[in-house]
């Protein structure tokens, strides 16, 4: 009886029940947010082409080191080359670190030579906490079906000692699953440790 | 041994080895003289952080990090040992820190300071092994921790620090249950799941005197990997098996008068034929897909679940046995559903069996569902532990080979031409195929009768009754007043739902082992013949008797040997406090459950540990005499 409990509860709470955790080769949650120019942004939109999630907050070192070695830009530009979709979302709470206006985060873009397709803000956490992100960075890519590939850190270079490490020389998990699932390949490290600051949630 | 020590402000913190969500620990690079060298970091035990919505693992206000600086050879004096230290200082927000520090060693006596005795202070919350045997078992998403304690060994809270990610959910609470011997800590699984080789990490054990931390390390059994090979044999296997489902006796009725009605009607209508077996097939594929999206959304709730599950409810159980009793009656009537609805006009028939088809595809699926239960369990089991995706692929394949045979005979009536012409044998046969129908009702029943007791197996009884009648009624309805045509009706309706109603949503009786509510009077006449017995104290709020229940008593082995050594087995059900449970348990010495009891057949009972596996316990009911 418990189990038909159980059944119920799912059906009728469906995407409650989505909340929390997205396991690998499942369907991305949909979402709608904002974008920097004021535009609301929906994940569905995107179905047909590679999508990646980057939950960022610009005040976090661990962010900073990879936008300040340029790791991050060649990893979006990559992905612009090839046409995938680039969200970098912003998870922090009004009053938190990394909560910016939509003029903040453009001149966040210019200067840092950034090229997301768009920057998204999420300052419930809504979505954040839906996908479960927990840290800055944390990655995730969608393929063209919207289905869940790949989810964890941008590269190797996390755990202690991260601060003196050469990203330029880290093995970049975003760019290797990007590759192998353009050339129709199983992706080599579907789920990593994300590492990084936590996601400044609203409590 | 040497230590670097962070005084950090009040409120921020630094890490452990392992951060928790976010975060990192610190580094130590030691720039050494010849001859000397150093450990790695000896981490003393760490704290909680939480930073909802996540959980990390550090130090607050102050730590020592420690290291054992030994010497291979002979060493000058002095020495000058260096430090690069790098860290991160977070209270909401982190910052990156590095420094150097020095200290200078002569040569000399040792004495004591004051540095000596805060060195000491972490490093006996430096992890050491953990003395006591221990076990970890995985069920439903959930690591269960478990362990004998020696006596006075009392810890008050225990918590699980792991050592890497992808083992463990950091955030979510543990649960910490204490028994009089043992203790049992429920530990709930990563979502992530990296299928780690090893449960690693650190217990922090917390009692009066205070909290002591224990290295823990314990090799798990890894998932197979996924094998890309094999999905494409289990397809075609899937497929074959879907096939073959069309001659099982719950489904060969219902398909063979399908099969009759459009031979009749396709004299006249053989254009249309291939419609309705697309319409079927349709039906077929689609209802499979739902169980399968249905499978998937309870294995990914953490349901332990297997296909076979739908015949474990007696509730589920008792409504296909309505079905294949009002089936059976059908096929012995003349009543045949839709056809009331199809006399409508030649346009409206069309319709009406483009439904109809689509209906019976359904039903057909529906039907099938206790048959395929022991014929495709462990087929269909394998395909859940795949990706949703291959899950998918494996359902579709089998409703794809259900659905082919019919769906062939629509496209190439031509087919059945080896068949007698349409006539009366059809009657006949329709008349026959009643009885696999009830066949497989009786065998239901069968299932039943392991679930609940006999009154209500006899109540369901009575409801296949009443579904019979009703549907007698129904046929008998031909009254030319259309009032009395519908006061049947409404009584039939009646019927159906009372029949519905008395049907059992519980387990009357429990469903691994035959088992007997204790009483100490019960207990004194097995005695007195001189009966095996083993006496089960349980509680549904136990973790340890579920484990115990879970991985050991309601094991294959144990049950055969139970059965084959004619041991009882006695349940004492303590999930409501009961006086005359309390007072045995007390004869134990015991205040709580588990407390498991092996009687000879003379003499004082054995008390069995308080953590069974399947190999103690077989151990101690093959000694028993």
């Known amino acids: ?203 | 041994m040497l230590g670097v020590k962070f005084k950090l402000a009040k409120d921020w913190h630094t890490y452990w080895e392992n951060p928790g969500d976010a975060g990192e620990g610190a580094t130590i690079d030691w720039i050494l003289p010849k001859g000397l060298e150093a450990s790695s970091i000896l981490w003393p035990g760490p704290e909680r952080i939480p930073v909802e919505p996540l959980m990390t693992f550090g130090y607050n206000n102050e730590v020592i990090l420690l290291a054992k600086i030994s010497s291979t050879n002979d060493i000058e004096f002095p020495v000058n040992i260096e430090a690069k230290v790098g860290w991160f200082t977070c209270k909401d927000i982190c910052i990156p820190q590095e420094g150097i520090v020095d200290i200078q060693i002569n040569e000399g006596l040792f004495v004591s300071s004051s540095y000596r005795e805060e060195i000491n202070d972490y490093l006996v919350t430096v992890p050491g092994d953990f003395s006591q045997d221990y076990r970890i078992e995985k069920l439903d998403g959930s690591f269960f921790l478990q362990t004998d304690i020696s006596d006075g060994e009392h810890f008050d809270d225990i918590y699980f620090f792991p050592k890497e990610y992808g083992l463990t959910s950091y955030a979510e609470e543990q649960i910490y249950e204490k028994n009089q011997n043992s203790f049992i800590l429920e530990i709930k699984a990563s979502k992530a799941d990296l299928n780690l080789s090893k449960f690693e990490g650190v217990i922090e054990a917390s009692n009066k005197e205070g909290k002591s931390y224990y290295q823990i390390s314990f090799p798990l059994t890894v998932d197979l990997p996924k094998n890309e090979q094999g999905i494409l044999l289990l397809i075609v296997f899937a497929f074959l098996g879907g096939l073959i489902l069309n001659i099982m006796p719950c489904v060969f009725p219902i398909l063979s008068i399908k099969i009759l009605r459009f031979m009749e009607h396709g004299e006249n209508s053989s254009s249309q034929a291939y419609k309705f077996g697309l319409f079927y097939t349709l039906g077929v594929i689609l209802s499979f897909l739902l169980i399968a999206l249905l499978l998937i959304l309870l294995k990914s709730s953490g349901e332990n679940i297997g296909w076979g599950f739908q015949l474990q409810y007696p509730l589920v159980i008792s409504i296909l046995f309505y079905l294949f009793v009002a089936l059976g009656f059908m096929f012995m009537s003349n009543l045949v559903f839709g056809s009331q609805m199809g006399q409508l006009s030649s346009m409206a028939q069309v319709k009406n069996e483009s439904l109809e088809s689509f209906l019976t595809g359904i039903l057909a699926v529906v039907v099938a569902s206790p048959c395929t239960a022991p014929f495709m369990g462990s087929a269909i089991g394998f395909a859940l532990l795949q990706p949703s995706g291959n899950s998918f692929l494996i359902f579709l394949s089998l409703g794809l080979g259900f659905a082919l045979p019919y769906l062939v005979l629509s496209v190439k009536p031509s087919l059945l031409s080896f068949l007698p012409k349409p006539g009366a044998w059809m009657e006949t046969f329709k008349q026959f195929m009643a009885f696999p129908m009830w066949a497989s009702a009786l065998w239901l029943l069968w299932v039943l009768s392991g679930q609940v007791d006999s009154n209500t197996v006899l109540l369901v009884l009575v409801g296949g009754l009443a579904i019979s009648l009703s549907l007698w009624i129904l046929e008998k309805n031909t009254s030319p007043r259309k009032w009395l045509r519908w006061l049947v009706r409404f009584i039939v309706l009646i019927l159906v739902v009372g029949s519905i109603s008395i049907i059992p949503t519980e387990y009357s009786t429990k469903d691994t082992q035959e088992e007997i509510v204790f009483s100490e009077e019960i207990l004194n006449e097995y005695r007195e013949a001189k009966e095996l017995v083993f006496l089960n104290f349980t509680a549904d709020w136990c973790i340890t008797c579920k484990v115990n229940e879970r991985v050991a008593l309601s094991s294959k082995k144990v049950t055969e040997l139970m059965s084959k050594r004619n041991i009882i087995y006695l349940e004492a059900d303590w999930t409501r406090k009961d006086g005359a449970i309390a007072e045995k348990l007390e004869q134990f010495g015991r205040t709580g459950v588990p407390l498991y009891l092996l009687y000879p057949s003379e003499g004082e009972p054995i008390i069995l540990p308080e953590i069974l596996t399947e190999d103690i316990l077989l151990r101690y009911l093959n000694e028993l005499s």
């Open chain 1, 1 to 203: 009886m418990k189990k038909f409990i159980t059944l119920t509860f799912l059906i009728f709470y469906f995407p409650h029940f989505l909340s929390s955790y997205v396991e690998n080769e499942n369907n991305a949650p949909e979402f709608k947010l904002l974008d920097s120019y004021g535009n609301e942004i929906s994940l569905s939109s995107f179905i047909g082409k590679k999508v990646v999630l980057e939950w960022t907050n610009h005040g976090c070192p661990y962010v900073a080191k990879h936008y300040e070695t340029g790791n991050m830009q060649s990893t979006q530009e990559f992905a612009k080359e090839e046409e995938i979709i680039w969200l970098s979302i912003i998870s922090s709470a009004p009053g938190t670190q990394g909560y910016v206006s939509s003029d903040e985060a453009n001149a966040l873009t210019i200067t840092r030579k950034a090229s997301p397709s768009h920057v998204l803000f999420d300052p419930t956490g809504k979505v954040g906490r839906i996908y479960d992100a927990k840290t800055t960075p944390h990655m995730y890519i969608i393929n063209e079906e919207g289905i869940m590939k790949y989810q964890g850190a941008i590269d190797d270079a996390g755990g202690r000692g991260f601060m003196s490490r050469d990203l330029l020389k880290a093995k970049n998990y975003v760019k290797e699953s990007l590759q192998q699932i353009g050339a129709g390949e199983e992706i080599s490290s579907p789920v990593t440790k994300p590492y990084g600051c936590s996601v400044k949630y609203a409590s």
